[in-house]
């Protein structure tokens, strides 16, 4: 990218208030800690309470980013979400009314665990070209609302929560400033992850709402896809950029499984300390894991201002992508939820 470049400048995010832990799971279903553990690396996780749903989460989120970013307003707000508050209309325009954002753009951007990279590209974009001179980009989602209670499987790697960026207008040479992006598709794959009811398929052959509401996921396929066009994504986006995969500093991947991360890193050639992992605290939170990822490294310090940062994502759809950007001096609040 040349010219008029969208630099980040803020970050922040939110978890809800009830904690899940793998013993919890294990004294409701066939499962667990042990087998949690080994084979997704997550320890825990956090759900809405009722009243609580996608904009309240996105909202908090949104908040601390802003804050983080030392401002009050934006002219664009993109939310990256696959549980909307509600089929219609976006959650994004609530968001906005409720950060007190005034008559700004606000829009939905669909791409399930890939929302959040889909979402910075359009709004980087949109700056790049002058429709907005910032943006608040959001991936949230409360998956615990469309989870099988009977599926174990689902249940021990999906956990609710929200993650923001500011994104501001500058140029490629700042630090913060967002190099490019490379995102990708396969619809001929798109029942490996599904939720199969409740859209206008479904409605149009009339049959009941009820039918097929809840997530579906083909974990074996699932995981192979992911650690494939995860680490395709990230290779062809070094090349894009020119940056040496070696003199990548840190990669805030999509945060699905623990051994799905060290596939990524093993197929890189890297050393595993260059994957942020925060999956053990807060599970697979869909869209909002990887703002989530990067605002826990951020606030702890793991990464620095300068570092060579590849985001990467996989999900439904199937979709995948990777952005790259230099890490800028940044301040990020805690997340809310307690530590184990
Ligand atoms: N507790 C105990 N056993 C479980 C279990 C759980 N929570 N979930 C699944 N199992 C069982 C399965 O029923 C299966 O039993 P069977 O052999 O008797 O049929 C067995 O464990 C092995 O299942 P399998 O799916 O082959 O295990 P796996 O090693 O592939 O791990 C996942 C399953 C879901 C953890 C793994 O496939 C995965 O992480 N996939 C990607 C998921 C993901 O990231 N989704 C989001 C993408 S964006």
Redesign the pocket.
């Known amino acids: 990218m040349s010219g008029r470049t969208a630099v980040l400048s803020g970050v922040g995010g939110w978890l809800p208030p009830r904690l899940v832990t793998n013993d919890d ?1 294990a004294a409701q ?4 800690d042990e ?2 553990t080994s ?2 690396g997550i320890r825990q996780r956090f759900v809405v309470t009722p009243g609580l749903s996608t904009s309240g989460l996105a909202v908090e989120a949104g908040r601390r980013a802003l804050a983080s970013a030392g401002t009050a307003s934006v002219d664009l707000l993109v939310l990256a979400t696959t549980t909307p508050d509600h089929p219609c209309p976006a959650t994004a325009p609530e968001v906005a009314a409720a950060l007190g954002l005034g008559e700004i753009p606000a829009f939905d951007v669909g791409a ?3 929302g959040f990279l889909y979402a910075l590209a359009s709004a980087a974009s949109m700056i790049s070209a002058g429709v907005a001179g910032s943006a608040l980009v959001i991936g949230a989602d409360t998956f615990s609302t469309i989870l099988d209670p009977g599926d ?7 956990g609710d929560g929200a993650g923001a960026v500011v994104l501001r207008a500058g140029t490629a040479r700042e630090p913060g400033a967002v190099l490019g992006f490379d995102l990708g598709s396969d619809g001929s794959q798109a029942d490996l ?1 599904t939720v199969p009811g409740g859209g206008s398929e479904h409605r149009s052959n009339g049959l009941p709402d009820a039918e097929g509401r809840f997530f579906r ?4 396929s ?2 192979r896809n ?1 650690v494939t066009r995860m680490s395709e994504s990230c290779r062809a986006l070094t090349q894009r950029v020119g940056w040496p995969v070696e003199s990548v500093d840190r990669v805030v991947a ?1 945060q ?2 623990s ?2 991360l060290a596939a990524v890193g093993s197929e890189l050639g890297l050393p595993q300390d260059r994957l942020v992992v925060n999956l053990d605290r807060v599970g ?1 939170t ?1 869209a909002a894991s990887i703002p989530l990822a990067l605002t826990d490294a951020v606030h702890s310090g793991e990464m620095a201002p300068g570092d060579r940062v590849l985001l990467c ?4 759809g199937l979709t995948w992508g990777a952005a790259a950007l230099e890490l800028p001096r940044l301040s990020a609040e805690p997340l809310p939820a307690p530590k184990p």
């Not at 279903?29 to 667990?32: A, Q």
């Not at 174990?152 to 999906?158: C, E, K, S, Y």
């Not at 996921?217 to 074996?220: A, D, F, P």
Request: positive net charge.
């Open positions: 799971l279903l066939d499962t667990s087998w949690i084979r997704t399930v665990c890939t174990r499987t689902t249940r021990a790697i999906f992850i996921m083909q974990g074996r699932v995981f992911a999509h699905a499984n051994r799905i697979n869909v994502a996989f999900g439904g």
